[in-house]
């Protein structure tokens, strides 16, 4: 089985931990060797929250500089930050929506020029997806459905060993019931994307 | 019902190496269990706490007030010939090693297991050391899992191994092996289990003074050479391959090393030992595993830990194999701080073997602008943020800003030290802020304001405030009281207001303790706190502020559950 190694990262709150969750109990579903790995503790007060999913039988829980086949980046800054994850063969999906962090909004640092991280990334990796997660995720009935947005690109891009029906009915059972329905409209917008 | 409950022989869950090693001991029957939460084994307590609310669970358990009483509470009730468990995270054993040393001379009846989760590379830690010195400072039996379904079977079997040898065992975790999620596949829970102790007693047996001690220290002794042969004929540790060049590995080392080989396409020349049941050191299976390699490389992160044990060995064999690991003389193989990377283990291996690597290509990062962090900040509207704002301001109108000294503490508000709040001069461990403002105190004729919060208070932050009473020391301890320990995920401490338990008052201790200059204040009336501050500021003596408001994510989070 082919081996994948799947980095999200993002900021505390944005469910990157869920996605991760979600991806390892289709997996288990459906026969796929898998292990997730997360950071607990400090990091989730506001901090960059980095989570792995580890798939096709691999044993160790992280990823090494240069080595991940897919990068998901749930906001633009830590998506640029992460990129020292990847080779130039990875597969990138990202936000586009800016969650800046607290040294940017009492103005200690800025929030980089993201054009010239986003042309550098157009240059030098093949194949990259990036949307407005949160915006769309409005668009699907709430704000907190950005991750199933990206969710959604993941599993309509083609790379995943599992199937996106199986993801669906994760959602529909693992997700907060009341989220439920948008969870899978958000999912489909992010599937949908992949494929254009 | 808790998940980690279900009664499905064969059932494969997804679980984290915390939850997996709950479910063990839960299949092991466990009845009695105690701990003090800190991150990477918060989750063990969490669940082993959830579980215990289920009273068909047959499960006691308690979040002490320190690592040390909860391993005393757990060792007493494993005399009982109840099984018990203590979890606890690396530095959590620093406070608990005066009960681990000398229990391993009075030993257990029924199984007692302490899980003791390290923490390489400090990520949620204040150092980051290597806690398997313990097992050879107590001379204690250790297992190590390398995943969640390992974890789930080594925590069971640990009883065993504790009630055959009358030794409290401990199970070592890292980060990577506490923090991964994998299938786990469940095992029966027993039908019934024992839920009242008997003790029978015995002071040649129980009583650790230095008549009866000394001959326990023996049986420690005599024991610990059985646990040796458990540890060569056990499961856990086991060889892979019949290649010339042998590595040996535990542990998240253990997963890095069978990636590297699967990787490097190597598996034809390496023979992998892989142990599980890493002390006492396997010696007999060991020394046959060297007689048959031409070179060796212990990969394992942290200290030289069975380096050093295998190199006695190939000495005390006769064998002159070259051992290879942490850097020695011959330039070393792998560092010795920090986690390591898969990629370290890989390029190590493939060093050892003549091997090159074909890596993809990478992008140029360089020229790139820089990035701006992303630090960890309090939450909105945290209490704390509200303390630090008026204790800062109460200092700055005295003019002492500058010149005043704030030793801090272990919880969330030590982020107080980052920007923008940059409140936090000295921390060491828990309980330190009280304990150093002393020396402080004595050292300089500066103004010394300490911050603690309430969890830690207890833990260990009342005898420094009792001494300080005593000898008259004069500093201003801050209590941020937010009634919870919030920063490892809303644990309940004594301060706890909880339907089921007596709630202790932090004034009364306070106050018992002997100190007479206490206010308290609400941190969100901020003229009125920065004032009751000054007041108290003013006067040269020992004073206590106790800044009371709860923790808000965890009001969110109970109105959530409404």
């Given at each position: 089985m082919k081996r994948i190694k799947i980095l999200l990262t993002g900021v505390g709150g944005q469910g990157t931990l869920l996605v991760s969750r979600l991806i390892g109990e289709a997996a288990l579903m459906e026969g796929v060797p898998v292990s997730l790995s997360e950071i607990h503790g400090m990091a989730q007060r506001g901090g960059v929250v980095e989570s792995t999913v580890m798939l096709g039988g691999i044993e160790g829980p992280i990823i090494s500089e240069g080595e991940a086949d897919i990068l998901a980046g749930f906001e633009p800054l830590e998506t640029f930050r992460a990129l020292k994850y990847c080779s130039t063969e990875t597969v990138i999906i990202t936000n586009t929506a800016q969650t800046p962090p607290l040294t940017v909004k009492i103005g200690m640092e800025a929030y980089p020029d993201t054009q010239t991280w986003f042309d550098f990334m157009k240059r030098t990796f093949p194949t990259i997806y990036a949307c407005d997660a949160h915006e769309l995720a409005l668009k699907a009935g709430s704000a907190q459905a950005a991750n199933m947005v990206l969710l959604g690109i993941l599993m309509g891009a083609g790379l995943m060993p599992i199937s996106s029906s199986c993801m669906m009915e994760n959602i529909k059972t693992k997700t907060k019931l009341c989220l439920a329905a948008i969870n899978i409209k958000a999912f489909e917008m992010g599937m949908e994307i992949a494929s254009s | 019902m808790h998940e980690l409950l279900e009664d499905k022989p064969g059932k494969k869950a997804l679980l984290l190496g915390?939850?997996?090693?709950?479910?063990?001991?839960?299949?092991?029957?466990?009845?009695?269990?105690?701990?003090?939460?800190?991150?990477?084994?918060?989750?063990?307590?969490?669940?082993?706490?959830?579980?215990?609310?289920?009273?068909?669970?047959?499960?006691?358990?308690?979040f002490s007030i320190n690592e040390k009483v909860a391993m005393e509470l757990t060792a007493a009730a494993a005399a009982c010939d109840l099984r018990s468990l203590t979890c606890l995270k690396h530095v959590g054993l620093n406070v608990a090693s005066d009960v681990l040393v000398t229990l391993a001379y009075i030993g257990v009846k029924a199984g007692m297991v302490i899980v003791c989760s390290d923490d390489p590379s400090l990520h949620s830690s204040q150092n980051e050391q290597d806690n398997r010195a313990y097992a050879r400072l107590a001379d204690l039996p250790m297992l190590e899992p390398s995943s969640p379904h390992e974890a789930k079977e080594m925590a069971k079997e640990a009883f065993e191994i504790s009630e055959t040898l009358g030794l409290p065992v401990i199970l070592r975790t890292t980060t990577r092996t506490s923090h991964v999620r994998g299938p786990v596949e469940y095992g029966r829970l027993p039908e019934s289990k024992k839920t009242r102790g008997l003790f029978q007693k015995d002071p040649e047996r129980w009583v650790a003074i230095p008549t009866f001690a000394k001959p326990r220290h023996k049986v420690l002794a005599d024991q610990m050479k059985k646990a040796e042969r458990l540890s060569t004929s056990s499961r856990f540790n086991w060889k892979n391959g019949c290649g010339k060049t042998g590595i040996v590995a535990s542990g998240a080392s253990a997963c890095y090393v069978a990636d590297a080989i699967h990787d490097l396409n190597c598996a034809k020349d390496v023979t992998f030992l892989r142990l599980g049941f890493t002390y006492p050191h396997p010696r007999d299976l060991i020394a046959g595993f060297l007689k048959d390699m031409e070179k060796v490389l212990v990969v394992e992160e942290l200290e030289p830990f069975q380096e050093l044990a295998i190199k006695a060995i190939a000495q005390e064999e006769g064998l002159a194999v070259p051992i290879y690991g942490k850097d020695g003389k011959d330039g070393g193989y792998l560092p010795r701080l920090y986690e390591f990377t898969?990629?370290?283990?890989?390029?190590?291996?493939?060093?050892?073997?003549?091997?090159?690597?074909?890596?993809?290509?990478?992008?140029?990062?360089?020229?790139?602008?820089?990035?701006?962090?992303?630090?960890?900040?309090?939450?909105?509207?945290?209490?704390?943020?509200?303390?630090?704002?008026?204790?800062k301001e109460a200092l700055k109108e005295l003019d002492i800003e500058k010149d005043t000294i704030c030793p801090t503490d272990i919880g969330c508000y030590l982020i107080g030290v980052l920007p923008p709040i940059q409140m936090g001069d000295y921390l060491i461990c828990m309980g330190s802020s009280a304990g150093t403002a002393m020396g402080f105190s004595v050292a300089t004729d500066r103004k010394v304001v300490s911050f603690i919060g309430d969890s830690t208070f207890f833990h260990a932050g009342i005898p420094p405030l009792i001494n300080a009473v005593y000898h008259g020391h004069r500093f201003c301890l801050v209590i941020m009281d937010n009634s919870i320990t919030a920063m490892t995920g809303h644990q309940p401490n004594p301060g706890t207001p909880e339907h089921d338990r007596r709630r202790v008052s932090i004034e009364q201790v306070v106050r018992g303790c002997g100190v007479k200059n206490l206010v308290k204040i609400n941190p969100y009336k901020k003229r009125e706190s920065i004032d009751t501050i000054k007041t108290v500021l003013a006067k040269d003596e020992l004073s206590v502020i106790i800044s009371e408001a709860p923790c808000v994510l965890h009001a969110k989070r109970m109105e959530g559950k409404k």
């Open positions: - | 915390n939850e997996a090693i709950v479910r063990g001991a839960m299949e092991a029957g466990l009845a009695v269990s105690a701990a003090y939460p800190g991150t990477p084994s918060s989750e063990i307590g969490n669940s082993l706490s959830g579980i215990a609310r289920d009273q068909s669970s047959g499960l006691y358990f308690e898969p990629q370290q283990v890989r390029n190590a291996i493939a060093r050892l073997l003549g091997l090159d690597i074909k890596r993809s290509g990478l992008p140029d990062l360089s020229g790139l602008p820089e990035l701006p962090r992303r630090l960890a900040g309090l939450c909105q509207g945290c209490p704390h943020a509200q303390t630090y704002g008026a204790v």
